[in-house]
């Protein structure tokens, strides 16, 4: 039987682990249209919530007049604030440790806000009611500027009102909720103060929305015989949600059971909690029946979590060489209504002290000031860590600004400034120690790919011809070097809600040789199911097709906090990694007893313990597996399974160089995108096919909001943007071919040195989408305009210039 | 987005739709694609108690095409322009508009009868067909009756036909000159921020004759025959151009919204108009 043993590269090559392009499992069911989402969920006797909203930004409530929408046949109830208060749910608390109203409680704050919640035998029944809700409201000044916020006598928060300590320090005015200081402030101003050169910018970086595919929603399912609760819902962290859940609501946490099905994207949109979850359970404890509520396209782009909408001011100092010496960044964060901002407590900005980059800045210092404004409440990562993006718009518009300041070439200026390879682990000036990194091999290889020099040189004859009227089309030439910081995290720093941010895996290995792993995340597209039986599949030695992957039911999946901030691979991840090996090391106990030697004396080799010196006497896993279920070995309990709770020792930090070139017509606004080349190094590579696809999507949503994403208001605080004619989906005729590249560099902390990639594009896209833009019209003295980009404001930038006359 | 409840009716004979149009009233519609109206249903901007359905109705899918004479039933849909190979000859600043329109989703549903009745001055048909001096075919109670296509649309979303009329064909000459839809948008499935429709034919190497139209660039398709004046008797030289530009910022009145401001969307305008120009001058 041995002389038919397949040769090692092919037993490994069987495996489908690390490093194989194994097509998505989960495919099958989405291209089908088999997928299961929330709104696919019917079960008997259930009833439809829908939510009266505010149509002003900043309005008292005076009445709510609820007779006629009762009247309706087939309404079953009209909840407000005031049914909500004896149970103490009129208010919730939020990440950021602010509170939120779930209705609204004498005064409205954002247009969109949920006023009542109308209950109905359908969902057609319920819209009908919505309208029939008589709310009178009294019109207040509303402030759509966070500059004006912290001017105005006019007081957001009447809550607050005398309130000078929120949950991150003192509040300086009656609409401020926090200032958030990094780095060392007194000799940053004396390094800018001596320096040669100083670059100074004030930048906006748009308020937009993740705009998942599948909006938000739940169905609740209170069992009034059981006392069990059951939710469904679009959750990016179910554990969580069950804990709040049960604080929130004082049913016990082993009577809640929270499952998110499959999820329709997420970008972070579906990691806070929402008035319309908890109307949903209180409906269905009031009703005894289930109730479903799913917002609609225009409720999710108005009402839940927005993300950006950073007022970013640099000052950057350098030597006249271009050596960077130190960085100062204040931020005025616009948090809307309520300060529901997705991030680690102890982090009310994020992780926006990642802004010196991949750049070695001895000195550097960061103040961020939250604001409340009439907006819609939210601040979530979009498709990146804790606001990752905006630290890195900032410091690569900051390099550009200083290239420009110092005359010199921004890649050039990039590459004297780079923090080394031997650098690493390297501690920033804001306080985090950079795992890895090569940044130098990186660019070196994308500007040689591009061939940079080329470009420049074309770029420089096409300016020439734009002068001599030969052309009205000019070149941008976008770079941007990103270093993100991904897989929160410690333990001993981030929390979410007190919640530590650990993440877990469970491994059952059957008798016949394959296997269930179940973790604490929750896939929205990212092919978890895939890729983290690949994980196993290279740790324990069984095909990545004999294992299944299973998320998002907290009665079955060990408690994890779930999938945003790229932090499934490097925490969930590890916790496979680190549980396969647990399964590894007793499968050689029982391994030793079947070869009859000591444990020592055989050695893993791909799907099997083989005796030391004796390869033709092995037991494979699948045997291993079964002897585990079906011999009495001494000393060694039956059954193989372990689990793991992992908790990071750091973050890890992949890295990327992203080249664009771009052609912008002067008279129409309209670029057009030529090349983009995008470098990837998101250390050990588990699916390169998979990273390829998240690429394509994270730049793809890195395009959306450069070139004309946004949600904007108008002074009165309408939403301007709330459909998706005005609020830019970029379809596959907008989007260019992407190039994709890599780079390995493994993180020497995580046990497959695997980093996280599905965010890594959207980071360093924005900046190098936006850079190609503002890049088009250096030579004609631009230095900063702001995003998007879209039409209008490019040929508005153009006609600033003077380059229509 | 969830539409109020309606009365869906689907008849099979015109007279029925005049009927039902006329019992009805202003509580009535009909409905083509859908692709316009029921979006306006599903914001509850149009209340339609009565939605009654065109598509079984007979005789409003034919493309015909008589020497030049082309007529174009009310329920021919977008996609069927691209794909009518023999339209596609005798006039293709059709398929080329059609191409602009929406995306392929949409143009299976979307149809040029509701394209030219619906009145929204994003619409591109209208434009066209003004820029082609079609004549909008309508029937109603009172029998049937045309009107010239630049006569037809008085505001956004009012237009000449009474609302007991059906529109069931529009018909044209196929201009024997060149043509060129030209089309700025934010991005696939959106709304002109400026277009242009230009015909031009060509007689010893002058204009000699031309036909201009722009869309979204006012409540109201804008035909400028002041452009098309400027035009006739030149070389489409660079001061042809110009002058026709003038011309037509002369006609339209663009307002402010998401796509951009006023001066931008008339600088665009003329930029747009400058390209479809040149394009159908070559093609002449
Ligand atoms: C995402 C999207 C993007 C689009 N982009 C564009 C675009 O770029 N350019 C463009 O031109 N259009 C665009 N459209 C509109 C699309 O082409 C519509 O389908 C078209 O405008 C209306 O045609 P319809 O058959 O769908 O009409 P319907 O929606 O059925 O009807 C529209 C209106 O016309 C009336 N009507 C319809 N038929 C008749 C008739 N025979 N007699 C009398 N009244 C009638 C209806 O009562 C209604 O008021 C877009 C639509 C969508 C959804």
């Not at chain 1, 392009?21 to 919530?49: C, W």
């Not at chain 2, 059609?98 to 549903?109: E, K, S, T």
């Amino acid at each position: 039987m041995n002389d038919m043993t397949p040769d090692r590269e092919e037993r490994s090559a069987n495996l489908k682990g690390l490093g194989c392009s194994r097509k998505r499992v989960e495919d099958a069911r989405f291209t089908q249209g088999k997928g299961n989402y929330v709104d696919d969920i019917k079960l008997p006797g259930m009833l439809h919530g829908d939510f009266v909203r505010s149509p002003y930004a900043h309005a008292r409530v005076v009445s709510i007049n609820k007779d006629a929408a009762l009247e309706l046949p087939g309404v079953v109830a009209v909840l407000t604030a005031e049914d909500l208060a004896p149970l103490n749910l009129h208010w919730m608390p939020t990440l950021a440790g602010d509170k939120q109203m779930v209705l609204a409680d004498g005064k409205v704050l954002f247009q969109g806000q949920e006023v009542a919640f109308v209950v109905a035998k359908d969902r057609y029944i319920a819209a009908d009611a919505v309208e029939l809700v008589e709310v009178e409201y009294e019109e207040l000044p509303v402030i759509v500027d966070p500059f004006e916020a912290l001017k105005t006598d006019v007081v957001l928060r009447e809550d607050l009102a005398g309130q000078t300590e929120g949950a991150h320090g003192p509040r300086k005015h009656h609409n401020h909720i926090f200032t958030w200081e990094q780095g060392d402030e007194a000799t940053t101003n004396q390094v800018l103060d001596d320096a040669e050169v100083v670059a100074e910018e004030t930048m906006y970086y748009h308020r937009t929305h993740p705009c998942p595919l599948e909006t938000c929603g739940s169905v609740a399912s209170m069992d009034k015989v059981n006392g069990k609760l059951t939710l469904y819902g679009t959750f990016q962290a179910p554990h969580v949600v069950r804990t709040v859940a049960s604080l929130l609501s004082g049913i016990e946490e082993h009577n809640i059971r929270v499952v998110s099905p499959d999820i329709g994207g997420g970008f972070g949109n579906k990691v806070g909690v929402y008035p319309g979850y908890v109307c949903s359970i209180v409906a269905s404890i009031v009703t005894g029946v289930p109730v479903k509520w799913v917002e609609d396209r225009m409720e999710n782009l108005m009402s839940t979590a927005f993300a950006r909408d950073y007022w970013m001011t640099g000052k950057i100092a350098a030597t006249k060489d271009g050596k960077i010496t130190g960085l100062h960044c204040h931020v005025t964060a616009d948090h809307g209504g309520f300060d529901a901002c997705a991030d680690p407590t102890k982090f009310p900005a994020g992780f926006m002290n990642i802004c010196t980059g991949s750049y070695d800045i001895p000195v550097a210092y960061l103040a961020v000031d939250g604001v409340y404004t009439n907006k819609a409440p939210g601040g979530v990562s979009y498709r990146c860590s804790f606001r990752v993006t905006e630290a890195v718009y900032f410091i690569e518009r900051m390099i550009e600004v200083l290239a420009i300041e110092l005359n010199m070439d921004a890649a050039e200026l990039r590459r004297i400034n780079f923090i080394k390879k031997d650098q690493f682990p390297y501690q920033s000036a804001l306080g985090w120690e950079y795992d890895s990194g090569d940044y130098h091999t990186a660019w070196e290889k994308a500007l040689k790919t591009v061939d940079y020099e080329g470009l420049r040189k074309e770029q420089a004859e096409r300016v020439e011809a734009f002068k001599r009227g030969e052309t009205r089309t000019l070149m941008g030439v976008g770079l941007s070097f990103f270093t993100e910081i991904v897989g929160a995290g410690p333990v001993k720093n981030c929390d979410i809600l007190g919640m530590g941010m650990f993440d877990s895996c469970e491994i059952r290995i059957h008798p016949t040789g394959s296997a269930i792993a179940r973790l604490g995340t929750i896939s929205q597209g990212q092919g978890h199911a895939t890729t983290f039986a690949q994980i196993l599949a290279s740790e324990i030695g069984l095909s990545a097709d004999s294992i299944t992957i299973e998320e998002g039911d907290t009665d079955t999946a060990p408690y994890g906090l779930g999938t945003y901030g790229s932090r499934s691979t490097p925490v969930a991840g590890a916790a496979t990694a680190m549980a396969g090996r647990k399964i590894r090391a007793k499968a050689q106990m029982i391994a030793a007893y079947l070869l009859e030697v000591h444990d020592d004396d055989v050695e893993w080799d791909i799907d099997r313990f083989v005796v030391k010196g004796a390869p033709e006497r092995f037991k494979t896993m699948k045997e291993i597996a079964y002897a585990a279920y079906n011999q009495a070995i001494p000393g060694v309990e039956p059954g193989l399974e372990a689990v793991s709770y992992y908790d990071p020792p750091n973050m890890t930090y992949p890295f990327g160089a992203y080249v664009c070139v771009m052609d912008i017509d002067v008279d129409t606004g309209v670029p057009e995108i030529r090349r983009f080349y995008a470098l990837d190094d998101c250390g050990t590579r588990i699916n390169p096919m998979i990273i390829e696809g998240q690429v394509h999507g994270g730049l793809t949503e890195a395009l959306a909001v450069a070139l004309g994403q946004e949600i904007a208001y108008d002074d009165l605080g309408n939403v301007k943007t709330g459909t998706l004619m005005d609020f830019f989906l970029p379809t596959a005729w907008e989007v260019p071919n992407y190039e994709t590249d890599h780079t390995v560099t493994p993180s020497p902390h995580h046990p497959i040195g695997a980093k996280g990639v599905g965010e890594s594009p959207h980071v360093g896209g924005v900046p190098c989408f936006s850079n190609a833009v503002q890049d088009a019209f250096r030579a004609f003295g631009l230095r900063h305009t702001n995003m998007p980009h879209d039409h209008w404001r490019i040929w508005q930038t153009a006609n600033r210039l003077g380059l229509h006359d | 987005m969830i539409p109020a409840a309606f009365e869906y009716h689907r008849p099979t004979k015109m007279d029925d739709v005049i009927a039902l149009l006329t019992e009805h009233g202003d509580d009535a519609r009909v409905m083509a694609g859908g692709h316009s109206l029921i979006p306006m249903m599903k914001l509850r901007m149009a209340d339609v108690p009565h939605l009654i359905d065109l598509q079984d109705i007979g005789g409003l899918q034919n493309i015909s095409i008589e020497g030049q004479r082309v007529t174009l039933g009310a329920m021919v849909t977008q996609h069927e322009l691209i794909n009518h190979t023999a339209l596609a000859e005798v006039a293709p600043i059709l398929r080329e508009t059609a191409l602009q329109i929406a995306d392929p989703q949409v143009r299976y549903m979307g149809t040029v009868g509701g394209n030219v009745a619906n009145g929204d001055p994003g619409n591109d048909m209208p434009g066209l067909m003004q820029c082609l001096d079609a004549q909008i075919n309508l029937t109603g109670p009172s029998g049937s009756r045309s009107v010239a296509a630049r006569d037809y649309y008085e505001a956004a979303y009012m237009t000449a036909r009474e609302d007991d009329e059906v529109l069931v064909s529009v018909s044209f000459d196929a201009p024997r000159s060149g043509y060129a839809y030209e089309k700025q948008k934010r991005k696939i499935g959106d709304y002109a921020t400026a277009a242009a429709a230009v015909t031009i034919t060509k007689d010893g190497g002058k204009v000699a004759s031309a036909s201009v139209a722009m869309t979204n660039l006012s409540d109201v398709p804008v035909w400028s025959e002041a452009a098309c004046d400027a035009l006739v008797g030149t070389d489409c030289n660079v001061d042809a151009l110009a002058a026709a530009v003038a011309a037509m910022l002369g006609d339209i009145d663009p307002t402010e919204d998401n796509r951009g401001p006023v001066a931008f969307k008339r600088h665009v305008a003329g930029v747009i108009l400058k390209r479809a120009i040149a394009r159908a001058w070559d093609r002449a």
